[in-house]
C-alpha cells in the first residue's frame, strides 16, 4: 500500500495550514487624552443635574462663613484670608467631598467594572470624573469671590489668579478625594473621610493663619488647597509679590500630580478585587 505525502491532498495538513484565516487581533487600547475626553463629556453630563443643586450649598455656605466673619474681621490680611478661604472652599466642597462619595458609591455598587471593560487607561477614568467635577466649581467659586471683596472692600482687580487657582487646587483636592473614596472599604467610611477633609479645608484654610497655634500651622501646612488660599490671598495686596504666588501654585501643582497619581493606582487595586 503507498502513502500519499499530505501536501497532494486537497484538504491535506498544509493545505489547511495554508488557508486558514490568520486569528483576529485585539483593537488597539485607547489613548489618553481622546479617553479623557470621552470620559469628562460622559461624567459632566450625568453630573450636572445632580450636582447644581448641591453647589449652590457649597456656594450658599461659603457665602454664610464670609458674612459671619464679617462682625469679626475688620479688614487687612486677615480679611484677605477669610475671602480667599471662602473661595477655595467650594473646591474643596465639590472635588475632595462629593468625589470621595461618589467613587465610594461605585466602588461598593460595581461600577468601577464597567470602566474595567472598556478599553481606557485608568488614568482618563480618575482624571476624567476629576475634570468634571471640579468643573462645577468654577461659577460658585468666582461668586464667592465677588461677594467677598465687596463685602469686605478687597479690590477686583487680580480676580483673574483664579482662572490658576482652581484648576490647581482642584486637581490636588480632586486626586485627595478620589483617592478616599477608592480606599475606603465602604461607601459610608468615603463619605466620612470627605466630610472630614472638607472640615479641614474650612477650619485650616478660612481662619487666618496669624491666630493659630504653631502644631495647628504645622497641620495647615499639609493641607494642599492651603497653597491655592495663600496665592489669592497675596493678590490682595496693594503690590503684590508675585514671586510666592507662583511659588504657592507651583506647590498646589505638585501635590495635584502626586494625589492623582495616587488615586490612579487607588482606581487600579480596587478595580482589580
Known amino acids: 500500500?503507498?502513502?500519499?505525502?499530505?501536501?497532494?491532498?486537497?484538504?491535506?495538513?498544509?493545505?489547511?495550514?495554508?488557508t486558514a484565516p490568520a486569528p483576529?487581533?485585539?483593537?488597539?487600547?485607547?489613548?489618553?487624552?481622546?479617553?479623557?475626553a470621552a470620559v469628562y463629556r460622559a461624567q459632566l453630563s450625568r453630573a450636572r443635574v445632580a450636582r447644581i443643586p448641591l453647589l449652590f450649598v457649597a456656594t450658599f455656605q461659603s457665602v454664610g462663613i464670609m458674612i459671619l466673619m464679617r462682625g469679626v474681621v475688620d479688614g487687612g490680611g486677615e480679611a484677605r484670608a477669610v475671602v480667599a478661604g471662602?473661595?477655595?472652599?467650594?473646591v474643596a466642597f465639590v472635588a475632595l467631598n462629593l468625589l470621595a462619595q461618589y467613587f465610594g458609591q461605585l466602588r461598593s455598587s460595581g461600577g468601577l467594572d464597567h470602566y474595567a471593560t472598556l478599553p481606557v487607561p485608568p488614568a482618563a477614568v480618575?482624571?476624567?470624573?476629576?475634570?468634571?467635577?471640579?468643573?462645577?466649581?468654577?461659577?460658585?467659586?468666582?461668586?464667592?469671590?465677588v461677594f467677598g471683596c465687596v463685602l469686605f472692600g478687597l479690590p477686583l482687580t487680580h480676580l483673574w489668579v483664579l482662572a490658576a487657582v482652581?484648576?490647581?487646587?482642584?486637581?490636588?483636592?480632586?486626586?485627595?478625594?478620589?483617592?478616599?473614596?477608592?480606599?475606603?472599604?465602604?461607601?459610608?467610611?468615603?463619605?466620612?473621610?470627605?466630610?472630614?477633609?472638607?472640615s479641614a479645608a474650612l477650619l485650616l484654610g478660612v481662619l487666618p493663619a496669624e491666630?493659630?497655634?504653631?502644631?495647628?500651622?504645622?497641620a495647615r501646612d499639609l493641607l494642599p488647597s492651603t497653597y491655592g488660599v495663600d496665592a489669592?490671598?497675596?493678590?490682595?495686596?496693594?503690590?503684590?509679590?508675585?514671586?510666592?504666588?507662583?511659588?504657592?501654585?507651583?506647590?498646589?501643582?505638585?501635590?495635584?500630580?502626586?494625589?492623582?497619581?495616587?488615586?490612579?493606582?487607588a482606581y487600579r487595586r480596587a478595580a482589580v478585587r
Do not use: K
Not at 126 to 145: K, Q
Open 126 to 145: 480618575v482624571l476624567g470624573a476629576a475634570g468634571a467635577y471640579a468643573s462645577f466649581t468654577v461659577p460658585g467659586t468666582v461668586v464667592t469671590a
Open 1 to 18: 500500500m503507498s502513502v500519499v505525502p499530505a501536501d497532494v491532498l486537497p484538504g491535506g495538513a498544509r493545505g489547511v495550514e495554508e
Open 232 to 265: 489669592y490671598a497675596r493678590t490682595f495686596a496693594p503690590d503684590p509679590d508675585w514671586a510666592f504666588v507662583l511659588g504657592d501654585l507651583a506647590v498646589c501643582g505638585v501635590v495635584g500630580v502626586l494625589s492623582l497619581a495616587v488615586a490612579t493606582w
Open 86 to 90: 471662602s473661595s477655595v472652599l467650594v
Open 24 to 36: 483576529a487581533e485585539l483593537g488597539p487600547r485607547a489613548r489618553l487624552w481622546p479617553s479623557l
Open 211 to 218: 491666630r493659630m497655634p504653631e502644631a495647628v500651622r504645622l
Open 166 to 198: 482652581i484648576p490647581l487646587a482642584g486637581a490636588a483636592l480632586a486626586g485627595l478625594g478620589a483617592a478616599l473614596g477608592l480606599l475606603a472599604p465602604r461607601p459610608e467610611l468615603a463619605t466620612l473621610l470627605g466630610q472630614l477633609g472638607m
